[in-house]
């Protein structure tokens, strides 16, 4: 029993640390990418705040919870003035999320094949696979995740405004699908997919 309480408290504190890991690196590099893209002289911050300095400002609790128990999930998205920003920088932002995401899998993946240390090896093992899984459910365009504010970026005006003012029933919705049990359920062949993905960069078969 003492052995099943601290094998379950180990995977928390694997998850929860891999969680933050790739919720931080994803948006420090969505921002390094972002304000590349836009020049080095027009700030990001007029549009959203600052990167924040603590990792833990990412974390969404049932972003978190869902990886935890279902290996997918969302982290918590940054807050973005959506009537000011203009929808290309809007379309560069979201995309530069997902794009994080993916190449920070393949890194969190290399890091983990080359560890000598078990510790290092399980923790950049789910956050490689973790990784890989955020950057695929961010594709889905239901608020918070980048998906929504892609096709935001291609909505007329009125419809912008529209989608804006209900941006906060897609968090309900995603509730609703994952009390129901009908996300787990779609989720559960990509989840495999990603999985047999994450190992074939790390052990070299699929």
């Not at 390094?32 to 400002?57: A, C, E, M, Q």
Request: proline content about 6%; charged content about 15%.
């Amino acid at each position: 029993m003492n052995q099943l309480v601290l094998s379950a408290l180990k995977n928390v504190i694997y998850g929860f640390t891999a969680y933050v890991l790739i919720s931080w690196s994803r948006e420090f590099f969505r921002c390094l990418f972002y304000r590349i893209s836009v020049g080095l002289d027009d700030s990001p911050n007029r549009f959203f705040p600052l990167l924040k300095k603590s990792p833990i400002g990412y974390v969404d609790p049932v972003g978190l919870i869902t990886f935890l128990f279902f290996d997918f999930g969302w982290t918590r998205a940054p807050l973005i003035d959506y009537l000011k920003i203009r929808k290309r920088r809007l379309l560069l932002f979201s995309i530069y999320g997902i794009v994080s995401s993916f190449l920070l899998g393949i890194i969190y993946g290399m890091v983990s094949r080359f560890s000598n240390s078990p510790v290092v090896f399980n923790l950049f093992y789910i956050a490689s696979k973790w990784s890989f899984t955020l950057s695929i459910v961010s594709l889905i365009p239901l608020p918070p995740l980048d998906g929504s504010r892609i096709v935001l970026a291609f909505l007329p005006d009125k419809s912008y405004e529209w989608y804006i003012k209900f941006n906060f029933y897609g968090i309900l919705f995603m509730l609703g699908l994952l009390v129901l049990w009908i996300l787990p359920m779609i989720m559960h062949p990509l989840v495999i997919f990603i999985t047999n993905v994450t190992n074939f960069i790390i052990f070299g078969n699929w």
